[in-house]
């Protein structure tokens, strides 16, 4: 029984429209904001209830304001760089007024760090934290010393990022929603 040509077009149309699916997903996953970077708007503003966090000595810590959050999965590609970034950062910038609290759901990793280094790691202690509106890692939440939040990012910090996310005052996106 011949094959007609019709009968021939399906599979490569089906080849072709299966490509653009992965196209499409490939370009998603590499293309996110967590590659470049974004100041987000979301939370500014918002009270940050965070009431429990767990220290590499198995201890329960508050967090105090001001504050900035820096919030992470081990498991996620930017995170790394993220984490290596704001480490650097922290080795060549002494001078730091606001607390500052490395934050991962993963207990073991936290407590499998030095507790001398730059950066003090933490874990949330389940759901009651007052971290779930953090959809996207890395992300990076600065606070004021009432708690609100003042600043977020997404994304793999820059120098001047970082910049901003330690200096001192209330960010512009604060004083135009006043």
Known sequence: MPISEAGMRWPWI????????????SWYEFGRVSVRGEWRVTHVGDSLSVTHLTSTGDSTVMVKH???LFLFDTDCRYCRPARARIVKYLRTHHS??????????????????PTDGPLPYYSTAGPNSGLTFVTEVPAFVRTGVQGHVLREYVGIPSADVLDSLFELGPSRDVLLRQ
């Open 66 to 68: 001001p504050a900035l």
């Open 96 to 113: 730091r007024i606001v607390h500052l609290y490395g934050i991962t759901r993963d207990l073991q990793f936290v407590k499998n760090q």
């Open 14 to 25: 089906m080849v072709g429209l299966g490509l653009v699916a992965l196209l499409l997903a």
